[in-house]
Each structure stands twice: as structure tokens, then as C-alpha cells.
């Protein structure tokens, strides 16, 4: 609530080492405010923590950010994000966040990450309002 949200935001992240593959990941995930200041202060922050893990590690972020993805005027709201992970959003046909009502749904989820191996998918589980999204190799 630090810049007048009316509920609290966050960004939990973890790092992850594969003692198989001997990669290293950092995974980071969120769910960015609905007013428009607050959420591009959290890209902001978000993305300069990103940006520290970029050179030594496998990223991904991901969340609900609360931004209609498809539309150029709400999505540069996110440009600190977009100039440092490749989007992956427009590679996913039919994204939704609306499980319950996906045709009346807007592309407001999406994962970021700087991979170029890996793909992502929608699955089609209704666990929630929003449906998954996996990425994999």
C-alpha cells in the first residue's frame, strides 16, 4: 500500500540450480496493482532486480499485470519490463486470464523470460479464475 494501492502488492521470486543440467534459475512472480502509477513504479522496481539476475541466470518472470497486453497504449505501462525479458504473450494463442469466461477475457497474464529453448502454453484447467501457463523445453 505504499503508494496509495488499495491492496497490498508483492513479487516473490525464487533461485533455483538444476544439479543436473548445472543451470541456474531465478523465477519471479506477481501481481501488479490496478492503478496505472502503481504498476509501472512495481515494473520499475521489479525490472531492476531482474536486470541484476539477467547476467548470470536463467529468468522468468510472470503474473497477472493487470495491463491489457494487446493494446499498445496500456502495454508500454510495462516498458521497463519489456526492454529487459523477450514477452512471450503473443506466442500464445487465445491467452486469457478469464477461466471462468475466456471468450470475455483480456491478455492480462504473461510470461516473460530470457530462453530462447524454452515454449510456453495455455492449459486449458479451470483451478482458478485465471488459467495456467507453463513453460518448457
Known amino acids: 500500500k ?8 508483492t513479487c516473490i521470486y525464487v533461485g533455483l540450480h538444476d544439479v543436473k543440467t548445472k543451470e541456474s534459475y531465478y523465477i519471479f512472480n506477481t501481481h501488479l ?15 531492476a532486480k531482474i536486470k541484476d539476475k539477467l ?3 536463467n529468468v522468468v518472470f510472470m503474473g497477472d499485470l493487470n495491463v491489457n497486453l494487446n493494446i499498445p497504449e496500456e502495454r508500454h505501462q510495462l516498458d521497463s519490463l519489456n526492454n529487459i525479458l523477450s514477452n512471450t504473450y503473443n506466442h500464445i494463442k487465445d ?6 469466461h475466456p471468450k470475455l477475457s ?8 530470457n530462453m530462447t529453448n524454452m ?9 482458478s479464475d485465471h488459467l495456467p501457463i507453463v513453460i518448457y523445453k
Do not use: Q
Not at 2 to 9: A, F, I, M
Not at 34 to 46: Q, S, T, V, Y
Not at 119 to 127: A, D, E, F, I, Q
Open 106 to 113: 483480456k491478455t492480462l497474464d504473461a510470461i516473460y523470460f
Open 2 to 9: 505504499t503508494w496509495g494501492n488499495t491492496e497490498p502488492r
Open 33 to 47: 496493482d490496478h492503478e496505472e502509477g502503481n504498476r509501472e513504479k512495481m515494473a520499475d522496481i521489479i525490472g
Open 95 to 100: 491467452l486469457t486470464f478469464n477461466a471462468w
Open 119 to 127: 515454449k510456453c502454453k495455455v492449459l486449458n484447467t479451470k483451478l
Open 55 to 57: 547476467s548470470n541466470y
